[in-house]
């Protein structure tokens, strides 16, 4: 027995082809099987019609082994599209044999057909389903009833895609009671693979984790900290400084290269859909074949047609899968990139201690040697590649329940966080690749006089301006008494918690006002989004700060006129004629500057645009002394746009 099935709580690595269940106690981590003695139960879920007219999941390698005879029916790798809309699924759409509908808010839902028309489910009951055959499987295993999972998920993985993940849980009974990305999982179970001194000599180096599954590819690199912790024990501190990857690219690239090489020339669509499935599988038992033996063959019988055979050797599939294994040495040269930019290092000087190999096809020999030949050294293979991340998620559930102490997990956001100011320039929060959990706090004002609604719109991607970044939702302050503009103290917080979820939340010190923070939780990016968002700010970097700078200095200008304006009419016959008339020069040619500029931004020069704030600015000055007024010209460093 495992104690009172309150305090179990188990790890899960919900794959997008294979998931599995570990749990860990004081003997150590260990995957728990089912009555078959499986470890992998694969993520493929069948939806039968029973007599009744009730529907049925059938789970696992008994769905998996029947996908080619009920395509509709059998749902794959239904991961891709957790969280997600049927837009941000399009490019996944083609894999897919089962039909995909846009549901409520365009979020991706299956259409399965039933005798009496068809029924909708959405990703996160599919998941669900595989995670309640976890959950009885590793209840079966424990003799107590599981309720609590630590469950993985991808390091790129955003709010909406962890939320779903979350749901998914809670529907299929489980809490959740941390969200978990499988390379700091990895990292984990690496570092408890290692003896005391290899472990301190490991934290002076990063580690890579190398994770190469069925569809998707990811790498990331880890910083591994060394801390004292309470009671002088020994406390290590994961963190991720840099990811790179590809959502398409796996060891399902290569199951259609060999079946593309087995049919040598003759068209895919030439075999029958029931044949092709048997064709896959052959391929696929070819390739795990020659991970160990030098030659394999693929054939299957055709139900109509001749036998399609063909058998090749080690270097022929080598040949074949070379220019795959380079795409993922090519994310790993960029992540090792990232990572030296991370550490203030020169990339040839980035180095890593160690690189865990974690994902099936990290068996493929020509896979160790390239990654072996890349990072200059021997990849680490002593954990089974398939249960590396199940193993590091249950060894987080230890820490939580108490029965492992020491060790902190830290994970890194994917990109920005932050807000709309005026003129729809962005004031970034948190900086993409920050570790979470993480809080940040600034103090914002208002653009327009009397606002007594302030909205906060927030925003996620890496450019300066907010139609180029990506809206995760927007929330007003309410309720604040009409003040001048630039008077009202925004105090807005972000917080990332460790479950990489975003909690915001707004003040106005002056009137206490508080806002609800609510951040509607929307799909997810696609690595390969994520990928470009990156490279557009860069691409776009010198355009967007030009472009900022001006709309900062419309918004700056503004306010200053219009505080020159309202001094001059009021303590104008306070000064000289001359030195006012030189006033109203320069604060018309700054006027017109302004008109220009909000027109098109492009048609005036920053730098002269400057000069000419910057002229009224000093030429002011009088103006100022002689108002007896105490002056209330803030210079507001982010006011926010007017309130709805
Ligand atoms: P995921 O993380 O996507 O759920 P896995 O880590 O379980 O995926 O990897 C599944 C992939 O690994 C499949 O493409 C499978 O064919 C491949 N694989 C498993 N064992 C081997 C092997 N011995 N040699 C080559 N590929 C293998
Ligand atoms: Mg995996």
């Not at 089974?384 to 029965?403: F, K, M, N, R, Y």
Request: aromatic content about 4%.
């Amino acid at each position: 027995m495992a104690g009172s099935s309150s305090d179990i709580i188990v790890g899960i690595d919900l794959g997008t082809t294979n998931s599995l269940v570990a749990y860990c106690d004081q003997q150590g981590p260990r995957v728990l099987v089912n009555e078959r003695g499986e470890r992998l139960v694969p993520s493929v879920v069948r939806y039968e019609s029973t007599a009744g007219g009730e529907s049925r999941a059938v789970v696992g390698s008994e769905a998996r082994a029947a996908a080619g005879e009920f395509p509709a029916t059998t749902i794959s790798s239904v991961k891709r599209l957790m969280g997600r809309s049927v837009d941000d699924a399009r490019a996944d759409l083609p894999y897919f044999s089962f039909d995909v509908r846009a549901g409520e808010r365009g979020t991706a839902r299956l259409a399965i057909p039933t005798p009496s028309g068809e029924r909708i489910v959405s990703p996160q009951e599919v998941s669900a389903d595989i995670l309640r055959t976890l959950r009885e499987q590793a209840s079966a295993a424990l003799g107590a009833e599981v309720h609590r999972a630590v469950v993985t998920v991808p390091a790129y993985f955003d709010d909406a895609q962890r939320q779903a993940t979350r749901e998914s849980g809670r529907l299929a009974g489980l809490e959740v009671v941390r969200i978990l990305n499988e390379p700091t999982a990895a990292a984990l179970a690496y570092g408890l693979g290692l003896d005391r001194q290899s472990e301190r000599n490991a934290a002076k180096e990063p580690v890579a984790v190398f994770d190469l599954g069925g569809g998707t590819f990811d790498v990331s690199i880890l910083k591994i900290l060394s801390a004292g912790g309470p009671a002088g024990e020994e406390t290590s501190v994961f963190q991720v400084i840099a990811t790179s990857g590809d959502t398409h690219l796996g060891g399902d690239d290569v199951d259609r290269l060999l079946v593309d090489y087995a049919l040598d020339g003759r068209p895919v669509g030439s075999v029958a859909p029931g044949d092709m499935a048997r064709l896959v599988a052959s391929a696929e038992a070819a390739k795990r074949y020659l991970s160990q033996g030098d030659r394999a063959v693929i054939g299957v019988d055709q139900s109509e047609g001749p036998r399609v055979e063909r058998s090749l050797d080690r270097g022929a599939f080598e040949r074949l899968i070379e220019g795959w294994v380079e795409r993922a040495i090519t994310c790993c040269r960029r992540a090792m990139g990232d990572a030296a930019r991370v550490l203030g290092m020169d990339g040839g000087s980035m180095r890593v201690g160690a690189v865990v190999m974690v994902g099936g096809s990290t068996r493929i020999p020509l896979v160790r040697r390239r990654v072996g030949e890349f990072f200059g050294l021997d990849p680490y293979v002593a954990l089974d590649p398939d249960e590396v991340v199940a193993l590091g998620a249950s060894v987080q559930a230890s820490i939580l329940s108490g029965t492992t102490r020491g060790r902190l997990l830290l994970d890194v956001i994917p990109l920005s966080l932050g807000i709309e100011t005026v003129g729809g320039a962005v004031a970034k929060l948190i900086m993409r690749n920050s570790a979470v959990p993480t809080r940040a706090t600034e103090m914002f004002s208002t653009s327009v006089d009397g606002q007594t609604s302030i909205a906060i719109h927030i925003l996620q991607g890496e450019r300066e301006l907010s139609q180029d970044c990506r809206s995760l939702g927007m929330f007003h302050v309410r309720g604040i008494a009409p003040m001048p503009a630039g008077i009202p103290q925004l105090q807005v917080e972000f917080a990332v918690d460790s479950n990489g979820v975003l909690s915001v939340s707004a003040v106005e010190r002056r009137s206490g006002r508080r806002a609800a923070v609510q951040v509607i939780p929307n799909h997810g990016l696609t690595a390969e989004e994520v990928d470009r968002i990156e490279r557009e700010s860069v691409v776009h970097a010198r355009e967007d700060m030009a472009r900022h700078r001006v709309i900062d200095l419309v918004v700056n200008s503004r306010l200053d006129l219009k505080w020159i304006g309202d001094r001059m009419e009021r303590f104008g016959h306070l000064v000289e004629a001359d030195y006012l008339g030189q006033l109203r020069e320069a604060a018309e040619a700054l006027a017109a500057m302004v008109a220009r500029a909000e027109s098109d931004w492009r048609s005036v020069e920053a730098g002269e645009f400057y000069t000419a704030k910057e002229f009224l600015d000093r030429l002011s000055v009088r103006l100022q002394e002689v108002s007896i007024t105490e002056s209330l010209r803030v210079d507001p460093p982010g006011a926010l746009p007017g309130g709805a």
